[in-house]
């Protein structure tokens, strides 16, 4: 099969997968309503939904950015089809996990709310990481795009990894003594972002390389 | 006439029917030794929530009349770090506890220092049921109808002498039966024994009692089994679990939390909606069982009992 075929089919396959993928990515929040139905979200179904809620953010979250490295490890270009669907679900999440912390942690009171992401930096790191995936989320349709321009948009969306520390570091400053699943996430981040920087760095001296021979 | 209360309570209405089965399944493999605890009076294996009941039961004054919490949250959402820590694992692994045959050494400065038999203490001591508030410093609480015996009268027991300013108490170290104690947590974990301490007015105040049970009926291992400190108007992770030794000392014990991070646990940990902590706002709390906040009371609620211990502490400072 030639290049351009393989292209083809995994265009369309990509494309098939797609709705079961958001089937899939709706089965946590799909798990939670059912257990709340039950009653069966623990002696604090407070935490229950706050701890999953963040916990499926910082997930989506790496997910989303994992898309990328996959995409040049596999040569599956049409993989980046997914990235959208996958970003929107972190913040569909993150958009819970507020929501959960607004209406059952305070009860609407913004000045307690205020007070609170002051005085307590992993509640500020958090909004952090909320506020930087918001737009994002704008500027996530095809008409930001061409809007903003391929350039523009990709450097704003750069943001993701952002969000990414600023969730990683709202965990471990959230934790009391046992760090081992914010490091866990941690890692997982770095490695990621690490890919990257070193594929770009890499890129950049060949394109340097080839323009130099070019003279 | 508390007693009596209880009864009306299902354990249907309380326990949802596959963790009663579960605890069923967990009290099987436990039924030997739960029919080897030689109780003072009355050892039957009881039929509400399968654990050994204790009788009799004297009242307290101090007991609140709000709703109880019930048996199944108090027993699921656990803090106790020697098995993990999330609030689930203890209710899943504290099995592994053998809460009998346990010693409690009683030493430092006392006249009768002694390796106390718990079968000793539950004879020697009346016990009472005492419905408390439970106020964790996570900023959630509830309300535990605990069976206990006053810690003034054990005290008064082993007579103290006048060097003993502070009562230090210590947990078991026993990685095999404490699973949560195998890992440090790459050093980020809570040193063991957990200790805690309380000066010894506090801890002859009537409130105070060593736990021995919840719902009329043996203490369940992950709440701490088989003793355990009880001191309600201070916030949770001062009343240390499955005790194994109390200390009569001279100078004011370090405890645990206090180690972990200074800066957010102090010794006196008294419940005070005026003093901040660092991670949650103590103004409020959350009853297990509610979904929203409710304001937190200071003391517990209990200032009049205890307030006067404090009277001229600046308890911003001495947190
Ligand atoms: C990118 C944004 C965020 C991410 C990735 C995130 C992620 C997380 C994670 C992973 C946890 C711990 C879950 C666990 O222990 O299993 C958590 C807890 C929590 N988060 Fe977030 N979060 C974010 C933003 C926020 C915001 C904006 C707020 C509120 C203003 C918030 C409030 C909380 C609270 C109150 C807890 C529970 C803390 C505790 O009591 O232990 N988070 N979050």
Redesign the interface.
């Given at each position: 099969m030639d290049k351009r075929n393989k292209a083809a089919l995994h265009m369309t396959w990509v494309k098939r997968a797609k709705p079961v993928l958001f089937v899939l990515c709706l089965l946590p929040v799909a798990q939670l309503a059912y257990a709340a139905y039950r009653?069966?979200l623990?002696?604090?179904?407070?935490?229950t939904l706050t701890y999953a809620t963040g916990d499926w953010t910082l997930r989506f979250l790496l997910i989303t950015l994992a898309v990328t490295p996959l995409r040049y490890l596999t040569g599956i270009r049409s993989l980046v089809q997914l990235r959208r669907m996958l970003g929107l679900f972190a913040f569909f999440h993150v958009c819970l996990h507020f929501l959960v912390y607004v209406v059952?942690?305070q009860?609407f009171g913004w000045r307690?709310i205020l007070?609170?992401i002051l005085?307590?930096r992993?509640i500020m790191v958090g909004m952090l990481g909320f506020m930087s995936l918001l737009p994002l989320a704008i500027t996530s349709t095809d008409k930001m795009l061409k809007r903003l321009g391929g350039k523009r948009w990709r450097r704003l969306h750069r943001l993701a990894y952002f969000a990414g520390g600023c969730g990683v570091i709202h965990y471990l400053w959230?934790v009391?003594?046992?760090?081992?699943e914010p490091?866990i996430y941690i890692v997982i981040l770095a490695v990621l972002l690490g890919y990257r920087v070193v594929r770009s760095t890499k890129e950049r001296r060949k394109l340097q390389t080839t323009s130099i021979n070019t003279i | 006439m508390l007693i009596k209360r209880q009864d009306d309570i299902k354990p249907s209405e309380i326990t949802n029917p596959s963790l009663y089965a579960r605890r069923r399944e967990f009290l099987k493999g436990g039924a030997a030794l739960a029919l080897g605890v030689a109780l003072p009076v009355g050892s039957a294996l009881g039929p509400a929530y399968g654990a050994a009941k204790l009788s009799p039961l004297t009242p307290s004054r101090f007991n609140t009349d709000e709703e109880l919490t019930p048996y199944e949250a108090i027993t699921t959402h656990n803090n106790f770090y020697e098995f993990g820590t999330d609030k689930e694992s203890p209710a899943k692994l504290a099995d592994s506890l053998r809460p009998r045959p346990w010693t409690v050494l009683v030493d430092g400065e006392v006249k009768r220092p002694r390796e106390w038999d718990i079968e000793d203490i539950l004879k020697q001591f009346p016990l009472e049921e005492r419905i408390y508030r439970l106020r964790c410093v996570e900023a959630w609480s509830m309300v535990i109808p605990w069976v206990g015996i006053s810690l003034a009268s054990f005290i008064k027991a082993v007579e103290p002498n006048s060097n003993a300013k502070y009562v230090a108490f210590e947990t078991l170290v026993d990685q095999e039966q404490m699973p949560g104690q195998r890992s440090n947590l790459f050093g980020f974990g809570l040193n063991w024994p957990y200790i805690e301490g309380l000066r010894i007015d506090e801890a002859t105040n009537p409130l105070a009692i060593l736990g021995v049970g919840l719902y009329g009926e043996v203490m369940p291992n992950q709440n701490g089994a088989p003793i355990r400190l009880v001191v309600p108007w201070k916030y949770g992770f001062k009343s240390i679990k499955s005790i194994v030794r109390i200390s009569f000392v001279e100078q004011q014990p370090v405890n645990t939390w206090q180690v972990q991070a200074p800066r957010e646990y102090g010794f006196y940990a008294n419940v005070n909606p005026q003093v901040d902590h660092p991670r949650w706002s103590q103004g409020q709390e959350r009853r297990i069982g509610d979904w929203l906040k409710r304001e937190t009371l200071m003391f517990n609620g209990y200032g009049d009992q205890v307030a006067q211990l404090y009277s001229g502490m600046d308890l911003s400072k001495n947190f």
């Open positions: 009653g069966s623990g002696a604090d179904p407070v935490e059952f942690d009860f307690l007070e609170d005085e307590r992993y959230l009391k003594s046992d760090y081992r490091l | -």
